[in-house]
């Protein structure tokens, strides 16, 4: 293994090992400290007046697939998912959910009848709310309007990886008068949502969806591992510039070269 592959697979097991650990000790209490985000305080308003009003909410999962990078955040939206169905178990119409990806799609329904099953109301699991709306791009969000245009839909969230093709949906989500709240790994894609979304989710702001949708006391747990390694590459960035300041730098990097 290459001295790189050694880098990465050290930063995967620290990761792990502290998403462990304060999972382990935290018990949620780090949930008290995280940042305020407008765009999950007024989702969870909008959760609150949907059940209240028995009205339904959206989530779409993107199109990305579970082989490539774009996993990453559609893992994000199941995740979501899960913290969505369990805010709103109690109103009369359960949330829907689209993807675009077939393989995806079975993740949706196995996250939906799992997270009812563990709330203990698995008869409101309904199969058709977990809908495979289109394979390519633009079936996918053409496929996906009747679910935005559904008058007992009141709110829209999207998540996962989405392509120029979101400006369908959110254009159908404004003019709906509906909350809009959507965030992606795609960097054109989120020019677009920033532009026509309510509420768009900016960088990491998509990652931390769960923790603040209170999917569990991992995603909470992850946001705090994230910190440390985030203060550990600013202290390393802190005392890679005093090296250079005092001249050191080239030393340590003969001599590192030297035990490599």
Not at 110 to 138: C, K, V
Not at 178 to 194: E, F, H, M, V
């Amino acid at each position: 293994m290459t001295i790189s592959g050694l880098i990465g697979l050290a930063f995967i097991l620290v990761f792990s090992g502290l998403i462990i650990l304060f999972t382990a000790t935290g018990r949620g209490r780090f949930e008290a400290n995280l940042r305020r985000i407008p765009a999950f305080a007024r989702l969870r308003r909008a959760i609150g007046l949907a059940v209240e009003a028995g009205s339904r909410l959206h989530i779409s999962i993107g199109r990305g697939n579970l082989t490539s990078p774009e996993s990453a955040v559609a893992f994000v939206g199941l995740s979501a998912l899960e913290g969505m169905i369990r805010s709103a178990s109690t109103g009369d119409n359960p949330p829907i959910a689209t993807t675009g990806d077939a393989s995806l799609a079975i993740l949706v329904r196995d996250a939906l009848s799992g997270t009812y099953r563990d709330i203990g109301n698995i008869e409101q699991y309904d199969p058709t709310t977990g809908q495979l709306a289109g394979f390519t791009p633009f079936s996918y969000a053409v496929g996906t309007l009747p679910a935005v245009q559904d008058e007992k839909t009141t709110a829209h969230i999207l998540i996962g990886h989405f392509g120029s093709e979101v400006a369908l949906i959110t254009d159908a989500g404004e003019r709906s008068g509906n909350l809009t709240l959507a965030g992606t790994d795609n960097l054109p894609a989120q020019a677009i949502l920033y532009a026509t979304a309510q509420e768009p989710l900016i960088g990491e702001e998509v990652y931390a969806s769960g923790a603040y949708l209170r999917a569990g006391p991992m995603h909470i747990a992850s946001l705090k591992a994230q910190d440390i390694f985030r203060w550990g590459l600013i202290l390393v960035i802190i005392a890679g510039v005093l090296l250079k300041i005092a001249g050191l730098d080239q030393a340590i990097v003969d001599m590192f070269g030297g035990l490599l």
